[in-house]
């Protein structure tokens, strides 16, 4: 398996994508027929952001200039294919445009720049270490902002789910949907009733998977 900076190198977008990505997602915003849908207070706010230049993590999938609008249109597609498959015709585009899209709202204006050193090693590394001859290279990386500098909330979907609703007037399940698209993953304890939600509602385990799967099969290598 590559490392994550190879990975990176392998998926990195160039201007031209990240504008082309840009275009597609505001075309399906566009297209959103929901009652009293505030979709160009959601344009002005996305564009007001840095959301269409901002990566969608890190160090793992997609942490690169662009890499959340990206991820967040894998996950629509992922989403409308499962739906498709599975469950057709009982979503609107339009519901699964708003979760599918409108998941990871959490991760706007959340991560900032900064230069970090790396060792690169090479057989005529000017320093060594255990592991062989080496340089420090300067590289430029993504970090979470300090908390004054970002939205707080509580945790990852609930403040997705809370800035989209700002906008976008969600069914009860769209908004399940978005709140545990993670499915408690990353949590400190097992979330109650998960099992039970899932069961009902099944727009939170198309969302849920979806997002896995593009993160782990379409932006993986």
């Not at 999938?61 to 996950?75: A, D, I, K």
């Not at 707080?152 to 700002?166: D, P, T, V, Y």
């Not at 408690?184 to 099992?195: A, I, P, V, Y």
């Given at each position: 398996?590559?490392?994550?900076?190879?990975?990176?190198?392998?998926?990195?977008?160039?201007?031209?994508?990240?504008?082309?990505?840009?275009?597609?997602?505001?075309?399906?915003?566009?297209?959103?027929?929901?009652?009293?849908?505030?979709?160009q207070g959601l344009v002005d706010y996305l564009l007001g952001?840095?959301?269409?230049?901002?990566?969608?993590?890190?160090?793992?999938?997609?942490?690169?200039?662009?890499?959340?609008?990206?991820?967040?249109?894998?996950?629509?597609?992922?989403?409308?294919?499962?739906?498709?498959?599975?469950?057709?015709?009982?979503y609107s585009k339009s519901s699964l445009i708003v979760v599918?899209?409108?998941?990871?709202?959490?991760?706007?204006?959340?991560?900032?720049?900064?230069?970090?050193?790396?060792?690169?090693?090479?057989?005529?590394?000017?320093?060594?270490?255990?592991?062989?001859?080496?340089?420090?290279?300067?590289?430029?990386?993504?970090?979470?902002?300090?908390?004054?500098?970002?939205?707080?909330?509580?945790?990852?979907?609930?403040?997705?789910?809370?800035?989209?609703?700002?906008?976008?007037?969600?069914?009860?399940?769209?908004?399940?949907?978005?709140?545990?698209?993670?499915?408690?993953?990353?949590?400190?304890?097992?979330?109650?009733?998960?099992?039970?939600?899932?069961?009902?509602?099944?727009?939170?385990?198309?969302?849920?998977?979806?997002?896995?799967?593009?993160?782990?099969?379409?932006?993986?290598?």
């Amino acid at each position: 398996m590559k490392s994550p900076a190879a990975r990176k190198e392998i998926f990195m977008l160039n201007r031209e994508q990240v504008e082309n990505n840009k275009i597609k997602f505001l075309q399906l915003i566009s297209e959103i027929d929901i009652p009293d849908a505030d979709t160009q207070g959601l344009v002005d706010y996305l564009l007001g952001s840095d959301f269409f230049t901002a990566p969608a993590s890190t160090q793992y999938h997609c942490n690169w200039e662009g890499g959340l609008c990206y991820h967040s249109l894998n996950v629509y597609e992922t989403l409308s294919e499962l739906a498709d498959r599975y469950v057709p015709g009982k979503y609107s585009k339009s519901s699964l445009i708003v979760v599918g899209l409108l998941h990871d709202l959490a991760k706007v204006n959340f991560y900032e720049k900064f230069i970090m050193n790396k060792k690169v090693y090479t057989p005529n590394g000017s320093k060594h270490d255990n592991q062989g001859n080496f340089d420090w290279f300067a590289e430029e990386a993504y970090k979470v902002k300090d908390a004054n500098d970002r939205f707080l909330g509580g945790e990852h979907g609930f403040n997705s789910m809370i800035i989209a609703n700002r906008y976008i007037p969600m069914t009860y399940e769209e908004t399940l949907a978005v709140l545990h698209h993670h499915a408690g993953l990353g949590e400190s304890k097992q979330l109650f009733d998960l099992s039970a939600i899932m069961n009902k509602y099944a727009l939170v385990p198309l969302l849920h998977m979806a997002d896995f799967l593009s993160t782990f099969i379409k932006e993986a290598c």
